[in-house]
């Protein structure tokens, strides 16, 4: 590996761009290849690009040249619709590059289900293989899942996730894959919801059943849903409901409640809006024991641990 990280991003529309403008201004990284299907999407991000390493920028229409030997690349980052990301994932990581695959990992669970197994064995070869979850890294998570996993909360009983958002018609016109099964893979859940989804199930643990409703009640022309509603019941006992749309004008927030025996914290738009937990693990928790919730988080001596804070926090 040259010492600067040389990155290939493929799919350069709205967060390839993202990922591309980043990692260019990052002092570790120099982006050296463009892939895109559509030449002018990868000259539009060339164009705005500030390359200012010198190597040279391939623009390319495939990922093919990507992964041949001597390509100058050490890490992709795969930013083409969620149908096409292990297809690409599989042929990078193949080639021992190291490979971050945006969110959702893909649309298929027995695809999902392979390339995790093919990702271990790439990691065991000391090959990075990760995707796109960021909001667990938000200070707000990071909190709330240091003092579950502390105790904090008591028993983890329930919790309310909600992804009130507007996406006007314009938004799934302007490119032929999304609202699509075959390469959005679903609607407001699986492309807006899927990060909120993500942080319950962190949270909360494995889920043991899940009923679900859903509607198309603001688009047209879309296979899959625009607003969706469901009842989660998680293998800890723990209750949720989770309500993700696109068709809630003009777009309101993102917001998740989450409630035990001695504690209860809320994240509205990533920001931890309220925050109530007992000082100690199981301090005032009159259902004994933890909350259910595996592995650590922002324990003690974390940054964003709130450890010997009994606060109960509006901001
Ligand atoms: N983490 C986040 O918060 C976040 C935000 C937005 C999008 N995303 C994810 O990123 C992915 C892309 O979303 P977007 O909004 O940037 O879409 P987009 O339509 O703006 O961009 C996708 C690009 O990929 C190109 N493309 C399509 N098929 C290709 C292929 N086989 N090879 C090379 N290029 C190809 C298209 O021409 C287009 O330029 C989706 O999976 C989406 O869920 C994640």
């Given at each position: 590996m040259s010492a600067l990280i040389r990155v290939a991003i493929i799919g350069c529309g709205v967060i390839g761009t993202h990922h591309a403008i980043v990692l260019a201004a990052h002092p570790r990284f120099e982006v050296t290849m463009l892939v895109d299907s559509s030449d002018d999407a990868a000259e539009q991000l060339a164009s705005v690009l500030v390359i200012e390493h010198g190597a040279p920028l391939v623009i390319v229409s495939g990922f093919e040249p990507v992964v041949v030997e001597g390509a100058p690349v050490d890490l992709v980052v795969v930013c083409t619709p969620s149908g096409t990301h292990i297809d690409i994932a599989?042929?990078?990581?193949?080639?021992?590059?190291?490979?971050?695959?945006?969110?959702?990992?893909?649309?298929?669970?027995?695809?999902?289900?392979?390339?995790?197994?093919?990702?271990?064995?790439?990691?065991?070869?000391?090959?990075h293989v990760s995707v796109i979850s960021q909001h667990r890294f938000d200070p707000a998570s990071v909190a709330?899942?240091?003092?579950?996993?502390?105790?904090?909360?008591?028993?983890?009983?329930?919790?309310?996730?909600?992804?009130?958002?507007?996406?006007s018609q314009d938004y799934y016109d302007g490119g032929d894959w999304r609202g699509t099964w075959a390469l959005d893979g679903g609607g407001a859940v699986m492309n807006q919801g899927v990060h909120t989804v993500d942080l319950l199930r962190w949270f909360l643990g494995r889920p043991a059943d899940v009923h679900a409703r859903t509607g198309l009640l603001a688009h047209e022309r879309l296979e899959v849903e625009d607003t969706a509603v469901a009842t989660v019941r998680f293998e800890s006992g723990a209750l949720a409901v989770v309500h993700a749309?696109?068709?809630?004008?003009?777009?309101?927030?993102?917001?998740?409640?989450?409630?035990?025996?001695?504690?209860?914290?809320?994240?509205?738009?990533?920001?931890?809006?309220?925050?109530?937990a007992a000082g100690?693990?199981?301090?005032?928790?009159?259902?004994?024991?933890?909350g259910g919730v595996p592995g650590g988080g922002a324990g003690a001596g974390s940054p964003w641990s709130t450890e010997n804070c009994v606060c109960s926090v509006r901001v």
């Open positions: 599989n042929a990078t990581i193949a080639a021992g590059i190291h490979t971050i695959v945006e969110k959702p990992l893909d649309v298929d669970f027995a695809k999902a289900r392979e390339f995790a197994a093919l990702a271990a064995a790439a990691t065991a070869r000391g090959i709330i899942r240091g003092a579950m996993a502390d105790g904090r909360f008591g028993r983890v009983t329930s919790a309310v996730a909600s992804v009130a958002w507007w996406r749309t696109t068709a809630a004008f003009p777009g309101l927030t993102v917001r998740l409640q989450v409630h035990g025996t001695t504690g209860s914290a809320i994240i509205d738009n990533d920001r931890l809006e309220y925050f109530h100690a693990a199981g301090e005032g928790n009159s259902a004994g024991g933890a």
